[in-house]
């Protein structure tokens, strides 16, 4: 399979399958001298990790990371990135290939099921394969070593909307995204998705969600005006993410809704004198493709986990009529566990940009 590799300087390369023996990645262009240890990337892996709680799948994974490559001990005793390949890897653990003997006959609505078999002419049935959504635990631990190129850049996402149901504005408490299951900033919120979530599980359903990302401290200057626009970049990598459907940079869709003059993002002389100060932020933290300076910013939505115990009408692989039931262990709403995921793309991308920057700016 081609396109395993995202990225242009900061890059990586996922490898493994949903229940093969283990996954991985290879992180190639991460700067020398960084300090980098397991236990500053297990965090990340930790609060994507499957079986937490009951609104994801119960497949108990440790999701424990081995650094096999790309790191050596520096002059003050810390293991620190020497410039070559990272290789991270992850052992599967839980694998329970018999739950999907029906999806060996039958193809799964809503999944890459008909579409690998019409591409390559065979499939690992498996959970998926390599189209699992396992294979982003991977990412995370990429995003992790990504992190680490841009200290200075603070990155947080959380989910505004699951099942239609949106958070308030007014309700929105920071501290709150990760004192509850669904890394929702309105506890009112949280408290509704609770019932929301578990009904869907409970009736063998499952629900959309919408994931908003904000990072701040990037600098005025990251991306290009053509085609490593900033804002082209975040969507190709949000638009790769399992089960996403739609991103949107800045408003999004609502600005189609604005006037110009609503729209625009006025600037006035900045105190420090180092730029402007803006009065609003529409684009997003992103103009004619380069960064602003201000938070940037967007949201990814993550239709219902197609996995379900409904009976749903399919084909068999030879074209038969016949319905098909998801068994085995699923997230009632993927876009949950994919909060963590889209942080880890956002740095990734960042990172990209802050390095090709740096090469042609200095």
């Known amino acids: 399979m081609s396109f395993n590799t995202f990225g242009h300087l900061f890059r990586f390369t996922t490898w493994g399958e949903s229940h093969g023996p283990a996954i991985g990645v290879v992180i190639d262009g991460c700067p020398p001298g960084i300090a980098l240890a397991q236990d500053g990337i297990q965090p990340f892996l930790d609060a994507r990790r499957p079986g937490q709680n009951k609104f994801t799948t119960q497949r108990q994974e440790p999701d424990q990371v081995k650094i096999l490559s790309g790191v050596f001990e520096g002059p003050d005793g810390q293991q620190r990135t020497t410039g070559t390949p990272i290789s991270l890897m992850i052992e599967n653990v839980d694998q329970r290939s ?166 625009a993002d006025p600037m006035r002389p900045g105190d420090d004198g180092t730029g402007p100060d803006f009065t609003a932020n529409h684009a997003g933290g992103v103009a004619g493709g380069i960064s602003t300076g201000q938070p940037v910013t967007c949201k990814v939505a993550f239709k219902p986990t197609s996995s379900i115990l ?16 998801t068994k085995g262990r699923h997230d009632p709403c993927v876009g949950i566990r994919g909060v963590p995921v889209v942080e880890a793309m956002m740095a990734t991308v960042l990172a990209d940009q802050m390095l090709l920057h740096r090469a042609q700016c200095g």
């Open 98 to 263: 018999k739950d999907y003997s029906e999806v060996a006959k039958a193809y799964r609505p809503g999944h890459a099921d008909y579409t690998y078999d019409a591409k390559y002419g065979f499939r690992d049935y498996r959970g998926g394969g390599r189209s699992s959504a396992r294979e982003t635990a991977m990412r995370v631990a990429a995003g992790a070593v990504a992190r680490l190129v841009i200290p200075d850049v603070t990155i947080t996402a959380y989910t505004c909307e699951i099942g239609g149901d949106r958070i308030d504005p007014v309700n929105f408490d920071a501290a709150e995204i990760r004192n509850n299951p669904f890394w929702c900033p309105d506890a009112k919120a949280a408290e509704r998705w609770e019932k929301l979530v578990d009904d869907a599980r409970k009736s063998g359903s499952s629900l959309g969600a919408v994931v908003e990302c904000v990072a701040t401290g990037v600098p005025a200057g990251w991306g290009a005006p053509i085609y490593a626009k900033l804002d082209a970049e975040l969507a190709l990598a949000m638009m790769g993410i399992n089960a996403v459907k739609g991103v949107e940079i800045g408003d999004g869709f609502d600005a189609a809704r604005l006037t110009g003059e609503q729209n």
């Open 310 to 325: 409904t009976p749903v009408e399919t084909i068999t692989r030879d074209g038969t009529a016949t319905e098909i039931r």
